[in-house]
Structures are given as C-alpha cells and as structure tokens.
C-alpha cells in the first residue's frame, strides 16, 4: 500500500509517520517540498505519487490567528481536505483526515456525539467543520477522528508550555471552566493505524483518552507528575490558581463544553481507551528523557 501523509512534522504527523509504516510504504513530504496553500501543487502531487491511502495530518491549528489570517485557514482546513477528498472519490483512496472538539458550541456539560448539532465559535471552529462536511459530501471512503486539546512530547502545546513557566515562575492562574480531554499525539496515531489494520466502518469518530478535566486540572498535574520524575520546578500544583475563562481574554472564542463521547469508537474497535493522565504520564517521560 502507498501512503501519503502530509504534516509529517506535526505533532500527530510526527507519531503517524512512525505508527504507520509497517503497513506501508509512506510518502511524507515536508512543507518545503510541497506547498499545501497551493491547490495545483496539491494536484500534481497526487497525480505523480497516485496513494492508495491519503492520511491528511496537515492544518491551520493556530487558533487565534486563524480569526486575522482566515485565507489560509480556509485554504489549510477546509479547502485542503475537500480536494484531497475529491481526488480518493475520483481514484478509490481512502482518507484519514483530522478535526476537532472546536467544532461544537461548547455549551451545556454532556458529552458531544458524534449526531450532536455543530455550531463553531471561531474561525478555526468553522473551518474545521466546513472541511468535514465536504470529506462527508465528497463520497470517498474516509475516516474523520474529532480529537481535544492535543499534545505531545514534540511541538508547541500546553503541556511544554507549562513545564517551561514552571521552572521561572512561583505562581501561575490557569482556566479552570473549560472541560475537555488532553489527547496525546501518540494516542491519536496509535487509534489511527489500529482502525485502517481493523477495517472498522469509515466515517466520522470521536477520539479522545478517558475522563475529563481543565486546563487548571491539566496544569496541576502536569506539575505533580513531572515532579514525580524528577523534573526540578520552581512550583508546584498548589501554586497553580484556578481562573474563569473571563479572567483571559482570547482573540478566538473558546468552547466550555470539549467533552466528547467515544463509544462508537471503542465498540467499532472493540476497545478501552486509556485515562489522560496515563497518557500523560508516557509523553512527560518521553519528554523529559531527552532534557
């Protein structure tokens, strides 16, 4: 099987290249060697390297930005996807293609499904969503795994974050009214590889570890574990103070609500997804090994 992955060197990308290639050979070009804002580059990539599998890792994920650079966003998350849809409709290839929790209202405290009525706060939201409903509107064979809050040992993002401004800082206020699942990059890659090798029912999938927390809760216990391994901070959980996301304004409107329900993934795959914090606990380490 020929496998195309582009956004290789994302933090989803980074754990896909190495969980994919045993069912493979893998085709991951970097930005440098192909423009993704450009739609005919795009086309004769796939016209030269003709995948059977297209597993689209690639996107617009600065969230705040998106609401002054929409152009691009548009073009990385909703015009993007919908072309590389249209080219495995027209050539029988499968799309893996990934969005995000961004994608609901973020009200209430259920869990979202994935039948629950979409309604985007942000530009980022809205692009994601409008590069699903064309993956879904293309006819191709797809899998979409809305996944939350993602991090990774590699990259930026909230866990490197706060292990940064704990070894300076004595006291931090975190957002602690926004409930979601830390997702770690490596999960998603793992889920990823095991449902293409199960041959589940494509469509669209919530995919995210157990339980829930916030960012305050996320935070509290970044530090409690990075200190259980021996990582030197200036603070610890207790020094990490809960505030109202009113307390911390963002150009981009974020969802209070990034629950999401996961049964139809564990029951397609016949499954447990582990706890956050265990797989916190694995990224902390990976990190921190090479520090």
Partial sequence: MKILLLGKNGQVGFDLHRTLSPLGTIIAPCRDDLDLLNPDAIANHLAQTKPDLVVNAAAYTAVDAAEENQEEAYRLNAELPEQLANYCNEHGAFLVHYSSDYVYPGHGTE????????????????????????????????????????????????????????????????????????????????????????????????????????????????????????????????????IPTSEYPTPAKRPLNSRMDTTKLKNALNIELPNWQSQLELNLGEYLEYQ
């Fill in 111 to 242: 869990p979202w499904q994935e039948t629950s009525e979409t309604g985007p706060l942000s530009v980022y939201g809205q692009t994601k969503l409008e590069g699903d409903q064309a993956i879904q509107q293309s006819g191709c064979e797809h899998f979409i795994f809305r996944t939350s809050w993602v991090y990774s040992a590699r990259g930026n993002n909230f866990m490197k974050t706060m292990l940064r401004l704990a070894q300076s800082k004595t006291e931090l206020s975190i957002v602690a009214d926004q409930i979601g699942a830390p997702t770690a990059a490596r999960l998603i890659a793992q889920i990823t590889t095991l449902a293409i090798h199960s041959n589940i029912p494509g469509g669209l999938y919530h995919l995210a570890p157990q339980g829930e927390t916030s960012w305050h809760g996320f935070a509290q216990e970044i530090f409690r574990q990075a200190k259980a391994q021996g990582k030197l901070l200036t603070m610890g959980p207790e020094n990490a103070h809960p």
